[in-house]
């Protein structure tokens, strides 16, 4: 509840409380994505790679080990691992799903960061084909179009996701959208999150 209502250390206590009474991959993800937005990459990494180690068969968890080694000097071959695992395990998912517009979203950032452009964009547009979720595939979309050197759509997503109310922190925190997201967040106080 903390975390919805962008209460950060609130919502970071309570994952900690949480942990010390039984680790579940959950709580180690979100308290690792709150050590991602706060740019400590080193320690989003360790906590992904516990989320991961407890369920090795989410996706989601190689993804996010993959973006937080990525954040990182000199982790791009380690990402490039998380990456294809990613891959690996969400391609039999989106299969079966293709109505999972988030999934697909995130498999064309996982392809895109493993330089297969086409089936980003394949993955993409289906994605964003279904209108649904609008903000987080925005968000994924701009992620991804700029990770593939297109700054001009990464910019237009980057305004769908905003738009759509995705908070500006989680646009910031990405080392592939900050420099994008300076002209499209002036203006906007941190944390700030349309309800």
Same mark, same amino acid.
């Given at each position: 509840?903390?975390? $919805? !209502?962008?209460?950060?250390?609130?919502?970071?206590?309570?994952?900690?409380?949480?942990?010390?009474?039984? +680790?579940?991959?959950?709580?180690?993800?979100?308290?690792?994505?709150?050590?991602?937005? $706060?740019? /400590?990459?080193?320690? !989003?990494?360790?906590?992904?790679?516990?989320? $991961?180690?407890?369920?090795?068969?989410?996706?989601?968890?190689?993804?996010?080990?993959?973006?937080?080694?990525? !954040?990182?000097?000199?982790? %791009?071959? !380690?990402?490039?691992?998380?990456?294809?695992?990613?891959?690996?395990?969400?391609?039999?998912?989106?299969?079966?799903?293709?109505?999972?517009?988030?999934?697909?979203?995130?498999?064309?950032?996982?392809?895109?960061?493993?330089?297969?452009?086409?089936?980003?964009?394949?993955?993409?547009?289906?994605?964003?084909?279904?209108?649904?979720?609008? %903000?987080?595939?925005?968000?994924?979309?701009?992620?991804?179009? $700029?990770?593939?050197?297109?700054?001009?759509?990464?910019?237009?997503?980057?305004?769908?996701?905003?738009?759509e109310g995705v908070d500006p922190d989680r646009?910031?925190?990405?080392?592939?959208?900050?420099?994008?997201?300076?002209?499209?967040?002036?203006?906007? +106080?941190?944390?700030?999150?349309? /309800?």
């Amino acid at each position: 509840m903390y975390l $919805a !209502a962008g209460r950060r250390g609130e919502a970071g206590e309570a994952f900690r409380r949480a942990l010390r009474i039984a +680790p579940s991959y959950g709580v180690l993800g979100n308290l690792g994505t709150l050590q991602y937005e $706060a740019g /400590h990459y080193v320690e !989003a990494a360790r906590l992904y790679r516990q989320a $991961a180690e407890l369920k090795p068969e989410d996706y989601r968890n190689w993804g996010n080990l993959g973006d937080a080694l990525a !954040a990182q000097d000199g982790g %791009g071959d !380690a990402a490039r691992a998380m990456y294809r695992r990613a891959v690996e395990l969400a391609q039999p998912y989106v299969d079966i799903r293709s109505d999972d517009a988030q999934a697909l979203a995130s498999s064309a950032w996982y392809r895109a960061n493993l330089g297969e452009a086409d089936a980003a964009r394949e993955l993409l547009a289906r994605a964003e084909a279904l209108g649904t979720e609008r %903000g987080e595939v925005s968000l994924w979309a701009a992620q991804t179009l $700029a990770r593939l050197g297109d700054a001009e759509q990464a910019r237009t997503r980057l305004e769908a996701a905003r738009r759509e109310g995705v908070d500006p922190d989680r646009i910031r925190a990405s080392p592939v959208l900050r420099a994008l997201a300076g002209a499209a967040l002036a203006g906007a +106080p941190p944390g700030s999150r349309r /309800h």
